[in-house]
């Protein structure tokens, strides 16, 4: 144990978040705005494929970090995104709600 009383595989890890941290929470703006997109008549492929691609980001980070229901939440949103094929207010509700979920994972392990 070091002087701070932690190990220092537990002082990389929170290190590690410390600098990860921006990059979630940008993934997890990505996923609000396909949110966004999805529940709009002017629906663009580009937001759904930008949310795809961050959710598979999170996805493997916040497992990294075992927040393994943040992985499962994120893959879950992944698969919204990359399915889209047009406005989908289902979708876009649940996207929306795996977001605003994400986000207070992100917060409460902040």
Do not use: Y
């Not at 929170?14 to 990059?23: D, E, G, I, K």
């Amino acid at each position: 144990m070091q002087a701070g009383g932690q190990w220092p595989l537990e002082e990389a890890m929170t290190q590690l978040w410390t600098r990860f941290l921006p990059h979630m929470e940008e993934r997890v703006r990505a996923l609000e705005m396909a949110a966004c997109g999805l529940s709009q008549e002017n629906f663009a492929p580009g937001d759904c494929a930008v949310g795809s691609a961050a959710a598979h980001k999170l996805a493997g980070v916040l497992g990294s970090f075992g927040l393994h229901e943040g992985t499962h939440l994120a893959r879950e949103a992944e698969t919204l995104c990359a399915d889209a094929a047009g406005p989908d207010p289902v979708a876009s509700a649940r996207v929306a709600e795996i977001a605003l979920q994400l986000r207070a994972m992100l917060a409460e392990r902040g």
